[in-house]
């Protein structure tokens, strides 16, 4: 039999059916796609052959695809500004695309997705994800390193890809083959693939749902959850919660699962406090776990649920048999209305707390800490809020003293021990009176409430982890009436003394722990269920115990 040649051999790698079927998809396409493609003789020799092999029999299947290849050291690729070999780059004049490497084995997928996106000039992303790029006011450069073994790579680099055709004038995309470019993966510290990074930033590990990169795109971090959006100026529900914390997103699960339709809304993030605890202890399931990663499930499961309206403060509500809650944005009815507003953190009432806020003075350790590596700081409290943040900044690097006004934590005994065990200075019976400095906190004024000593101790941060107030201006408006504490008066099935309306979680006092919120919530949610089903106000004895009225 006669030996093919080399074209042939290369033939033989697609296959006659892959080949044809490439050849209709390249031919259907509407536009040309001029690919560059940039390679050096004496250096990488396999690889830039290998890339001039692919690419050859990529244009040879059809015309469409408008190679013309270029020597690393010449002109064009100083114009262009293609510092290794072999590279691609696709259709300069429209888009900022590149691929460095060798599309090969997996990547293959990446390289005919990239051709056909091109092609078709269009990046062919989802509404939603097209409305998160469209707030993206200033430029991103992706990168994205893939392998050809990858089977995940190829998403994440069609992503990018999409990203950059959606928005030309904002997007840049190198897709990064890590075995070509191993100096580069260094750098970046690239040891697994795919990983995507955004104006130099780690924005992703992994591949993800397309949303979820347009909003890690938009927010230059990585984003675990995508909340859809919409323009409806009218939602007609069943009920509505008012509160995005575990309370509010257990009540709305067990609501719908109850069939009724709900929407929570949430002015802030969702999760509530969760969300901003360094490290949650005894949830039960887990023994401990980051706020954040909790709130990520459990904001995926109630997403699976419950329409979740996320950055809506809400600004009116009438109640009666048909309640309405109106948004910034839009009109909410329902047949009932849940509380689960929470807690907010408490003021220390010192002065120069206000002032130093964001300047020093923080509530949230999580958030803040990092910004704090090798200063110091105090901690102010001495319960379990306290002890975590204190831990948590100590972790991380911080020079950590906590300050309690007693001479014992309130914390739980296993938490305290740490606090004792990792060295931890603790300032007993003392309180803080002041917070000064000038552009940034540089100290405070500390008062042994045992020897009346009042003296000043320099720190350049103060971490307040005092407690929580129960958010009720909602509550009040509306006329519920709340505890001699200032929490939400409730009955046992979570109903206030206004028709309809309900409560759950902090905001109703009690325990303030996950769990329970998530519980309170949950009673609340069935009690919607029984009282829309079977009204309570029908029924006799109810009616003469004094619950609440319709
Ligand atoms: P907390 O338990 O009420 O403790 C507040 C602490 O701040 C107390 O030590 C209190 O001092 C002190 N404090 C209050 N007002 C102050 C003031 N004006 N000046 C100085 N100190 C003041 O609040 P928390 O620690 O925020 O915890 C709230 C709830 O969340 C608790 O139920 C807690 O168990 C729970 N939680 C659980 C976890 C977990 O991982 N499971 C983590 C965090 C919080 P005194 O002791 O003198 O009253």
Redesign the pocket.
């Known amino acids: 039999m006669a030996e093919k040649r080399p074209e042939q051999q290369q033939r033989s790698f697609w296959g006659e059916e892959v080949e044809q079927s490439l050849r209709a998809a390249f031919d259907a396409l509407p536009h040309e796609v001029p690919v560059m493609l940039f390679t050096e003789k004496g250096r990488n020799d396999v690889l830039n052959t290998a890339a001039q092999d692919l690419l050859r029999s990529f244009s040879k299947i059809s015309s469409k695809i408008v190679l013309r290849e270029f020597d690393l050291n010449g002109e064009e690729a100083r114009k262009r500004n293609v510092t290794s070999a072999p590279t691609l780059v696709f259709d300069p004049d429209r888009y900022s695309i590149r691929y460095l490497g060798v599309p090969y084995g997996e990547e293959g997928r990446t390289l005919v997705g990239m051709l056909l996106l091109v092609g078709f000039r269009t990046g062919n992303m989802n509404e939603q994800s097209i409305k998160v790029l469209e707030r993206m006011a200033s430029r991103r450069e992706i990168k994205v390193f893939v392998s050809p073994t990858c089977p995940y790579c190829p998403e994440q680099a069609i992503n990018a890809v999409k990203a950059a055709i959606e928005r030309p004038e904002k997007v840049s995309v190198e897709i990064i083959d890590i075995q070509s470019n191993q100096e580069m993966a260094n750098r970046y510290q690239a040891f697994s693939v795919p990983q995507t990074f955004a104006n130099e930033v780690l924005i992703a590990y992994g591949a993800q749902a397309e949303e979820l990169f347009a909003l890690s795109l938009e927010k230059l971090e990585q984003q675990t959850v995508f909340i859809p959006e919409t323009d409806a100026e009218l939602v007609e529900t069943d009920v509505v919660v008012v509160g995005g914390g575990p309370a509010g997103l257990a009540a709305g699960i067990y609501t719908v699962r109850s069939g009724l339709r709900t929407a929570v809304i949430e002015r802030g993030a969702l999760g509530g ?1 969760v969300a901003t ?1 360094p ?5 039960p399931g887990f023994n401990r776990v980051p706020g954040k990663t909790l709130v990520d499930i459990l904001v995926s499961h109630a997403l699976e649920y419950v329409q979740i309206f996320q950055g809506e403060e809400v600004v009116d509500i009438k109640t009666g048999p048909r309640i309405e809650v109106r948004t910034g944005r839009r009109k909410f009815t329902a047949k009932a209305l849940i509380l689960a507003t929470g807690a907010n953190y ?4 010192v002065p120069g707390e206000m002032n130093f806020m964001g300047r020093g003075v923080s509530y949230c350790a999580t958030c803040d800490g990092p910004l704090f590596k090798n200063r110091k700081v105090i901690v ?9 943040e204190a831990l948590h900044l100590h972790n991380i690097g911080v020079q950590t003293v906590l ?4 001479n ?5 005994e296993h ?1 305290a021990k740490n606090i004792f065990s990792n060295n931890i200075e603790v300032l007993w019976d003392t ?2 009176l002041e917070i000064k400095g000038k552009e940034k906190v540089s100290e405070v004024v500390l008062r042994n409430k045992r020897t009346g000593e009042v003296y000043p101790f320099p720190v350049q941060g103060v971490f307040v ?4 107030e129960p958010s009720v201006d909602l509550a009040r408006s509306l006329g519920v009436e709340l505890t001699p504490d200032g929490f939400i008066g409730h009955d046992s099935h979570h109903r206030t003394n206004v028709a309809g309306v309900y409560s759950a979680g ?1 905001v109703e006092g009690g ?4 769990v329970t919120a998530m519980g309170q919530g949950t009673e609340a949610a069935l009690s919607v269920f029984e009282d829309l089903t079977h009204p309570y106000w029908t029924s006799e004895p109810e009616k003469q115990a004094g619950v609440a009225r319709v």
Do not use: F, P
């Not at 408490?346 to 009432?349: A, T, Y």
């Not at 014992?408 to 739980?412: C, I, T």
């Open positions: 406090q605890t490290v949650v202890e005894n949830y408490k003021r220390l009432g102010v409290g001495g319960g379990n809020s306290a002890v975590t300050v309690h006004r007693r014992a934590l309130r914390a739980q938490l309180e803080v982890a005092i407690g929580y902090d325990y303030k722990q996950i």
